[in-house]
């Protein structure tokens, strides 16, 4: 990649490096430079424009960050449209994200203009929460490199999916002891109140039994397990 400043006359499909307003007209950091584009700059008498050249062998930002995504990406996680060399993977629903932390470390090993991050591996994250982006940081990234990184996506399981959640069936065993009201086991059953939640619940299993070596906490007769 050739990076610096062109003359307008040479500079006819670089890639803009600085936004610039040339006679009324904004155009935009990494806009392809066309014909009409550098007709408005000369005609707004501008000489040169600072900008990038892709040379045989450079993949433009936008299209190396989607190649590279779509390897990494697998069930439950949705790839947004590349821009400004950046590809997004979010989560389709709620869920537990699965992301192989080693292959990760590989992939941003390979070559300084090529980056991935993603959230934690098995964080629980929400629908439409972004999991991963896929960042190549110059202008362009090299074709080796971007093989380089799909290759080490596509070996073995998904580099970023999401578990979703699923439902289960679930049953609650209470024990009466001597004096508990109804109405205690009904609120704690949920006929009072909520009888569903929103999130997976961490439960707790009491017996009546005493608690046994090592194995439970004993609270006046109910063993927590």
């Known amino acids: 990649?050739?990076?610096?400043?062109?003359?307008?006359?040479?500079?006819?499909?670089?890639?803009?490096?600085?936004?610039?307003?040339?006679?009324g007209v904004r155009m935009k950091k990494g806009r392809r430079l066309s014909r009409d584009d550098l007709t408005t700059l000369e005609e707004a008498d501008i000489a040169k424009v600072i900008a990038a050249r892709l040379e045989d062998g450079d993949v433009g930002e936008d299209a190396a960050a989607t190649t590279i995504a779509?390897?990494?990406?697998?069930?439950?996680?949705?790839?947004?449209?590349?821009f400004t060399g950046r590809c997004n993977l979010y989560a389709e629903s709620s869920g537990v994200v699965v992301i192989d932390k080693n292959r990760v470390d590989a992939l941003n090993q390979i070559d300084e203009a090529v980056t991935i991050s993603t959230l934690a591996p098995f964080e629980v994250v929400a629908?439409?929460?972004?999991?991963?982006?896929?960042?190549?940081?110059?202008?362009?990234?090299?074709?080796?490199?971007?093989?380089r990184a799909v290759e080490i996506a596509s070996h073995g399981s998904p580099l970023v999916a999401l578990a979703p959640f699923r439902a289960r069936k679930a049953g609650l065993i209470m024990t009466r002891l001597p004096g508990t009201k109804d109405k205690v086991l009904s609120k704690t059953a949920g006929r009072g109140g909520r009888s569903s939640f929103a999130f997976p619940q961490i439960c707790l299993l009491y017996t009546s039994d005493a608690a046994d070596e090592g194995l439970g906490v004993d609270l006046g007769g109910r063993r927590i397990i």
């Open 1 to 23: 990649m050739i990076f610096g400043a062109i003359p307008i006359a040479d500079a006819e499909g670089a890639v803009l490096a600085h936004s610039i307003t040339a006679a």
């Open 70 to 82: 779509q390897a990494c990406h697998g069930p439950g996680a949705r790839l947004q449209a590349a």
């Open 127 to 147: 629908n439409g929460q972004m999991l991963a982006t896929i960042k190549i940081i110059p202008f362009a990234a090299p074709q080796a490199a971007v093989e």
